[in-house]
């Protein structure tokens, strides 16, 4: 095997691991809104039935021991947890909310909203900003504590549609984000093996296609094409 790489392969390569980190950032988006959606939708079901059928707050503790009893590895159905989703649900009146570009934020991001934030305009302002500067949950509440937009004089509600840079806080905290491995059953110890299978199994087939002698070699965080032979 020879050692000489042909001209033009590391550009080559540099390109194909730019494909592969926006893959991985479309997955983990398309599993962050799909979390979202059912988080929402959960919170929806509390509040409906606490004002249409008066059911009391109880209900919420009670709700927590059997989710948990049916699905024991998972964390999010705490009952604290529950109450953020109905909160989420109360914020965010119409179900829509779920396909526009603020659901890309995670989980943690929207509870830092939620709960430093009263209006929803505000929090449309400063979701925006998270996107636009792939600002981390920590630069998100010291931004809001702050005070930037006020600061600023700007209501920044326009998002970009374009993914997080992959080198941001935002992409790499979204990739870790634990709320999405406890949705995917993977949970905190989950092996790099399981959490590498949940996030790339559909970039598989464009490896493939690639042809024969490559091999995806991925070190979580650090993708690698290394080829066999040229």
Known sequence: MSDLQPVGYQLWLGDLKAQI???????????????????????????????????????????????????????????RNLKY?????????????????????????????????????????????????????NVLVHQIESQVLQRQGQATTNFAQTLPAPQSELAQQTLKDPYIFDFLSLGMAAHERDIEKALTQHISQFLLELGA????????GQSKLKSAHY
């Open 85 to 137: 989703m109905r909160a989420f649900a109360e914020a965010w009146r119409e179900p829509e909310f779920v396909q526009q570009p603020v659901a890309q934020l995670p989980w943690g991001h929207h509870l830092v909203l939620l709960t430093k934030l009263k209006e929803s305009s505000s929090r449309l302002s400063y979701a925006a900003l998270v996107q636009q500067h792939g600002w981390s949950r």
């Open 213 to 220: 002698g490559f091999a995806f070699v991925n070190s979580w």
């Open 21 to 79: 980190q926006v893959a991985q950032q479309r997955a983990v988006l398309a599993v962050n809104q799909e979390l979202l959606k059912l988080y929402w939708q959960i919170g929806n079901d509390i509040l409906q039935r606490q004002q249409q059928q008066g059911w009391g707050s109880k209900v919420i503790d009670q709700l927590a021991k059997d989710l948990r009893v049916a699905f024991p590895e998972m964390k999010g159905f705490s009952a």
